[in-house]
């Protein structure tokens, strides 16, 4: 049930289902029941009509690793007091201005929805498959996929990046598709102060939670993941977190780093040798040093396991106490104002066919209040939380699920080489490149962007469901 123009959705969770994640139980609500109220301009009346995923999450090592680094409520005085401060703050950023900077709700769209998960108020949109147009003979031919999509944006979009995209999906899909704002972007709340949560709702491991949370409340075991650039790290994140409750990964442009020396992994588990490299004698040189040098490197990082572990709380406290100040976010607002737009126009094959309604679109966020600390929160915990788990390019061939990998021939920002070699280092994954194309595929070629998937979809859902048994 869908609700648009000037009405939301109340969700409430009275059935508690359990997750595990690693060594802790993760109580997450399932069945939804929905009420509506009108939907307000009033800053009030918005927060009071946020939908409610009531539930109790025990935050697991995993969640917690990536959480207890403080809180934005520990930002310097000056960020509130100092005269000269708030007079450079008054000013436009980007193109937009900053003098009466608003709560999320007040910037929503007709269709936007909210709902409420560890007391931050997550925007989303939901799209289903009867509302898309035009795709009739492709929502026929892929009715027996009846999958829902969760969208993951990338760093510094929002729902917004996938406007163009999300009714063709779901003719595609034959089912739902929701996209949400991770926090520090879009329309989600931004959150100052966060000690008492069991999760820091800027880390990975809140993004983890969210998107699980979400597959949940769409009614459904499984969900296709769609991750962009950084969204990409979402998708993958969460299927190691819960790998029974992805059908399928797709990734666009994936800000994921490829390992170095590649491998060709089949799905059965077996590796073998990249022949180019192995008759590669500069590479084979490479790769014996490099052996080399993690195994003495393992030695050190051993010796020093204990003492790291004893210090490593303190460290990430004392480098969030460096970070949370008001030269750092002073700082992040001149990188916004100098770099933000461009990097838009950048992010495109072509920067001049960036048209005004998708550069409005962007920065649209630099209207909610308190934008500048939470993203500089998000860079924190992006921070601290590369300290304290392995690197996802380790583990790219434990994936089991079927993964599309789409990147465009002229992307600036991820390039289409690393996205190569991604696809080469998970088991059984496609790679999909689309020409004069960017780090937006899907905004800039839609119909190739969507051909791809239609594609994919059709070859591992269709194919297989009508395969005899």
Known sequence: MALTGSRTQHFFFSQ????????????????????????????????????????RNKASVFLAKTASVGSAGEYSEPLSGDAKFTQKRRRTIAGVDQEE???????????????????????HKICHHHEQSGVETSEKDMRKVGLPMVLLHGFGASVFSWEK???????????????????????????????GLSVNPYSMGFSVLATLSFIGMLGSEKAILVGHSAGSLVAVSTYFEAPEKVAALILIAPAIIAPLISKKVTKEGGRKSDPVISKNPFVRVWRAFLEFFLRAASVVVGMFKKMGDMIGSAYKRALAAVLRSALAVMLIRMIIDKFGIPAVRNAWCNPNQV??????????????????????????????????????????SEISCPVLIVTGDKDRLVPAWNAERLSKAIPGSRFEMIKDCGHLPHEERVEEFLSIVERFLQSVFIVQSAAPV
Request: with cysteine; hydrophobic share 40%.
């Open 16 to 55: 508690i289902s359990q997750i595990s994640i690693k060594d802790c139980n993760l109580h997450r609500n399932k069945t939804v029941f929905f009420s509506t109220k009108p939907f307000s301009n009033n800053h009030e009346a918005r927060t009071a009509s946020a939908q409610k995923l009531k539930g």
């Open 355 to 396: 048209a005004d309604d998708v550069l409005q679109g962007y920065t649209k966020p630099l209207k909610v209040k308190d934008w500048e600390i939470a993203l500089l929160e998000y860079c924190i915990a992006m921070i601290t939380d590369s300290t304290s788990k392995p690197s996802l390019s380790e583990r790219l």
């Open 101 to 123: 900077l608003l709560h999320p709700g007040q910037l929503a769209d007709p269709d936007s929805l909210f709902c409420e998960l560890n007391k931050v108020h997550i925007h």
């Open 165 to 195: 995209v999300m009714k063709p999906l779901a003719g595609l899909t034959g089912s739902k598709v929701l996209a949400f704002d991770r926090p520090a972007f879009g329309l989600t709340s931004r959150v100052r102060e966060f000690t």
